[in-house]
């Protein structure tokens, strides 16, 4: 195994934060992470996926294990499922481009969102009304610990909104190497009602669409209104959108009777936190070299050689004010370090 030394960490990561790690590891395999874990026991560890979902504000002052597994197998084949496993170094969005040249549905409105394979149970990653955990069928991940192989099932995951128990119980704990999911074959389910899907289906005059239709659709619209951290440095969605009760709902609608919703249950209600920032007048907003994207509010992003902590400041003042504003608090969907 090779341990590089004072590593910068600026091309690992999609905010192009300029950081550096006193240690740095590319894991390949788990042969190379197995003895890595090993032999490195009294050092702290930094597992890094794709960097897409976070914000560094300081150095890694720790070994950074950069897990770049590869492959994809079919595990099973059965009437109209089958089961795919994708090791954790895929490229999420090449993922979905490999599942729809084979026609496995289930995930074509999860396209074009940015990471790695290993890290999308982690947040149980979610869009345009899908999320992971409706496709997901175990993971396989290594003990830090002690090196031991476990297989998460679904219910041992705790999947709640881009929640798992990697965020929470088992935070840092175990290193995932693999994921497996249930896709369908034929008979696919669409799920075209959520957000601009259908409206730009019809626009196109497509009336019984594919899996591939629909994964079109949603890179169109995510392209439409989402920078490319190959342009501008950004994590894409920066904000978790709050889920509220009906009655603080119903307090909201009063005061702002435009405000979008979409019912989470009899009781619940997300409302989007793009339409809140906005409202609150940070849409667009830039300050010197970072600030937030003009065409989708929950986007924070880096125009160049910005600081970690100026964006994690502006998050906060963001926060701050939807608070003050509307008495909603948001949560960061983006890990800050």
């Given at each position: 195994?090779?341990?590089?030394?004072?590593?910068?960490?600026?091309?690992?990561?999609?905010?192009?934060?300029?950081?550096?790690?006193?240690?740095?590891?590319?894991?390949?395999?788990?042969?190379?992470?197995?003895?890595?874990?090993?032999?490195?026991?009294?050092?702290?560890?930094?597992?890094?996926?794709?960097?897409?979902?976070?914000?560094?504000?300081?150095?890694?002052?720790?070994?950074?294990?950069?897990?770049?597994?590869?492959?994809?197998?079919?595990?099973?084949?059965?009437?109209?499922?089958?089961?795919?496993?994708?090791?954790?170094?895929?490229?999420?969005?090449?993922?979905?481009?490999?599942?729809?040249?084979?026609?496995?549905?289930?995930?074509?409105?999860?396209?074009?969102?940015?990471?790695?394979?290993?890290?999308?149970?982690?947040?149980?990653?979610?869009?345009?009304?899908?999320?992971?955990?409706?496709?997901?069928?175990?993971?396989?991940?290594?003990?830090?610990?002690n090196q031991e192989k476990r297989i998460f099932k679904k219910e041992d995951c705790k999947f709640g909104y881009r929640?798992?128990?990697?965020?929470?119980?088992?935070?840092?704990?175990?290193?995932?190497?693999?994921?497996?999911?249930?896709?369908?074959?034929?008979?696919?389910?669409?799920?075209?009602?959520?957000?601009?899907?259908?409206?730009?289906?019809?626009?196109?005059?497509?009336?019984?669409?594919?899996?591939?239709?629909?994964?079109?659709?949603?890179?169109?619209?995510?392209?439409?209104?989402?920078?490319?951290?190959?342009?501008?440095?950004?994590?894409?969605?920066?904000?978790?959108?709050?889920?509220?009760?009906?009655?603080?709902?119903?307090?909201?609608?009063?005061?702002?009777?435009?405000?979008?919703?979409?019912?989470?249950?009899?009781?619940?209600?997300?409302?989007?936190?793009?339409?809140?920032?906005?409202?609150?007048?940070?849409?667009?907003?830039?300050?010197?070299?970072?600030?937030?994207?003009?065409?989708?509010?929950?986007?924070?992003?880096?125009?160049?050689?910005?600081?970690?902590?100026?964006?994690?400041?502006?998050?906060?003042?963001?926060?701050?004010?939807?608070?003050?504003?509307?008495?909603?608090?948001?949560?960061?969907?983006?890990?800050?370090?």
């Open positions: 195994m090779l341990i590089e030394h004072n590593v910068s960490l600026q091309p690992y990561n999609t905010f192009g934060i300029h950081a550096r790690a006193t240690s740095y590891c590319n894991i390949t395999n788990e042969t190379t992470l197995i003895d890595v874990l090993k032999n490195e026991k009294d050092q702290a560890l930094f597992v890094l996926g794709g960097g897409s979902n976070m914000l560094l504000t300081k150095d890694i002052n720790a070994l950074v294990l950069h897990i770049n597994l590869k492959g994809i197998e079919i595990i099973k084949d059965i009437d109209d499922s089958v089961f795919v496993k994708a090791m954790a170094g895929e490229n999420w969005h090449q993922f979905v481009l490999w599942c729809l040249e084979h026609n496995y549905g289930g995930i074509e409105n999860l396209s074009l969102i940015p990471g790695n394979v290993g890290t999308s149970p982690i947040q149980n990653i979610g869009a345009y009304g899908t999320e992971l955990k409706d496709v997901f069928e175990n993971c396989e991940a290594i003990n830090i610990s929640e798992s128990i990697f965020k929470q119980d088992l935070k840092g704990k175990y290193i995932i190497t693999s994921v497996t999911f249930r896709l369908s074959k034929n008979n696919h389910k669409l799920h075209t009602n959520y957000g601009a899907i259908q409206e730009h289906l019809s626009a196109l005059g497509i009336k019984n669409p594919t899996i591939k239709d629909v994964s079109n659709a949603v890179i169109a619209i995510r392209q439409s209104k989402l920078p490319d951290p190959k342009d501008i440095g950004n994590s894409g969605s920066f904000f978790k959108n709050p889920v509220i009760s009906i009655s603080q709902f119903e307090q909201l609608q009063t005061n702002f009777p435009e405000v979008p919703f979409y019912k989470v249950s009899d009781t619940l209600v997300k409302v989007p936190a793009g339409w809140l920032i906005e409202q609150a007048g940070f849409k667009g907003k830039r300050f010197k070299n970072y600030g937030v994207h003009n065409k989708q509010a929950l986007v924070l992003v880096n125009y160049g050689d910005a600081k970690g902590s100026d964006i994690k400041k502006l998050a906060k003042l963001i926060q701050n004010t939807v608070e003050r504003l509307f008495n909603i608090s948001i949560e960061t969907e983006v890990n800050i370090i």
